[in-house]
Protein backbone atom coordinates (compact mmCIF):
# COMPACT_ATOMS: atom_id res chain seq x y z
CA UNK A 1 0.00 0.00 0.00
CA UNK A 2 1.82 3.79 -0.96
CA UNK A 3 0.50 5.90 1.43
CA UNK A 4 0.35 10.03 0.10
CA UNK A 5 1.61 13.07 1.37
CA UNK A 6 -2.15 13.61 2.65
CA UNK A 7 -1.33 10.26 4.71
CA UNK A 8 1.58 11.47 6.20
CA UNK A 9 0.08 15.09 7.22
CA UNK A 10 -3.10 13.53 8.89
CA UNK A 11 -0.28 11.21 11.17
CA UNK A 12 2.08 14.02 11.26
CA UNK A 13 -0.67 16.09 13.05
CA UNK A 14 -1.92 13.37 15.11
CA UNK A 15 1.79 12.93 16.59
CA UNK A 16 2.47 16.46 16.92
CA UNK A 17 -0.12 16.72 19.61
CA UNK A 18 1.63 14.86 21.93
CA UNK A 19 2.53 16.81 24.82
CA UNK A 20 5.91 15.34 25.61
CA UNK A 21 8.55 16.27 23.49
CA UNK A 22 10.93 13.16 24.14
CA UNK A 23 7.72 10.69 23.68
CA UNK A 24 6.46 12.69 20.67
CA UNK A 25 10.50 12.43 18.44
CA UNK A 26 10.33 8.71 20.11
CA UNK A 27 6.69 8.18 18.33
CA UNK A 28 7.48 10.19 15.48
CA UNK A 29 10.58 8.10 14.93
CA UNK A 30 8.57 4.71 15.02
CA UNK A 31 6.18 6.13 11.97
CA UNK A 32 9.94 7.03 10.52
CA UNK A 33 10.95 3.60 10.31
CA UNK A 34 7.64 2.09 9.12
CA UNK A 35 6.81 4.71 6.43
CA UNK A 36 9.64 5.06 5.09
CA UNK A 37 8.74 1.72 3.68
CA UNK A 38 5.31 2.91 2.02
CA UNK A 39 6.56 5.20 -0.10
CA UNK A 40 9.94 5.89 -2.09
CA UNK A 41 9.26 9.61 -1.75
CA UNK A 42 8.96 9.44 1.73
CA UNK A 43 10.98 12.97 3.43
CA UNK A 44 11.92 12.01 6.69
CA UNK A 45 12.84 16.13 7.38
CA UNK A 46 10.33 17.00 6.34
CA UNK A 47 7.52 14.69 8.37
CA UNK A 48 9.79 14.76 11.50
CA UNK A 49 9.17 18.74 11.19
CA UNK A 50 5.37 18.37 10.62
CA UNK A 51 5.02 16.86 13.65
CA UNK A 52 7.18 19.57 15.68
CA UNK A 53 9.62 16.06 16.50
CA UNK A 54 13.30 17.40 15.02
CA UNK A 55 15.13 16.99 18.36
CA UNK A 56 14.55 14.93 21.40
CA UNK A 57 14.85 16.77 24.93
CA UNK A 58 18.17 18.08 25.58
CA UNK A 59 19.85 16.12 28.54
CA UNK A 60 17.98 12.81 28.23
CA UNK A 61 21.13 10.97 26.74
CA UNK A 62 20.78 8.51 29.15
CA UNK A 63 17.32 7.89 28.62
CA UNK A 64 16.78 4.02 27.59
CA UNK A 65 13.99 4.75 24.87
CA UNK A 66 16.85 6.37 23.35
CA UNK A 67 18.62 3.58 22.85
CA UNK A 68 15.49 1.93 20.90
CA UNK A 69 14.89 5.03 18.89
CA UNK A 70 18.60 4.71 17.81
CA UNK A 71 17.98 0.76 16.53
CA UNK A 72 14.52 1.50 15.12
CA UNK A 73 16.12 4.62 13.21
CA UNK A 74 19.59 5.26 13.33
Same mark, same amino acid.
Given at each position: ??????? +?????????????????? %????? +??????? *?????? *??? +???????????????????????? +? %???
Amino acid at each position: MTLTRQH +FQLIANVVSQVADQTQRH %ILAMN +FVSELQK *TNPGFR *TDL +FLKACNATQPAAGRDDDPSRAKEN +F %IAP
